[in-house]
């Protein structure tokens, strides 16, 4: 059995792709720093996994993931390997995400995006004028059509 379950904080926006053709699918890949459950020397330490997705679950990832944001993805692991530009075979492993979700409240995320060093200045989401205390947006009738699960 090839199952994984990860929570973790995304390193950065998702890279969002689209293959070419008729049939255009999007490929989202994002990191995701998994903080270990022991530490070293008092010191929390972290592994950076590399994360992919397709179709509808790239596009929410588009549309809702960004830095910093604390997800649970579970999916399998996939390896492979390639040959680069300096002729050296490179092998790869990555978790093929096959369901992910928001582990935190809007509010607990947006206090932590603001408590990180800024680098790269990402667009934020505009926040939500019908939102309640708990950080939650109040969802408006007849928005199920539109929503990318159902």
């Known amino acids: 059995m090839n199952k994984v379950i990860l929570m ?3 390193t950065r926006d998702p890279e969002v792709r689209y293959s070419a ?3 255009s699918l999007a490929i989202a890949r994002y990191t995701l720093a998994v903080d270990r459950r ?3 020397d008092g010191e929390a330490t972290a592994d950076f996994i590399s994360c992919v997705v397709f179709g509808r679950g790239a596009e929410f990832a588009e549309k809702y993931f960004h ?3 604390r997800i649970v993805v579970s999916g399998r692991i996939q390896t492979g ?3 680069n530009r300096e002729g050296q075979k490179v092998y790869t492993t990555e978790v093929v995400v096959e369901e992910q ?3 935190e409240s809007k509010a607990a995320s947006d206090h932590y995006t603001a408590s990180m060093p800024q680098q790269n200045a990402a667009p934020s ?3 939500p004028t019908a939102a309640s205390a708990d950080g939650f947006m109040n969802i408006p009738d007849g928005i199920d059509e539109e929503l990318p699960f159902n």
Request: aromatic fraction near 14%.
């Open 8 to 10: 973790g904080r995304l």
């Open 21 to 23: 053709g008729e049939n």
């Open 38 to 40: 022991f530490k070293r």
């Open 67 to 69: 830095q910093g944001i």
């Open 81 to 83: 390997s390639y040959t």
């Open 101 to 103: 979700e928001f582990a």
């Open 125 to 127: 989401m505009p926040s």
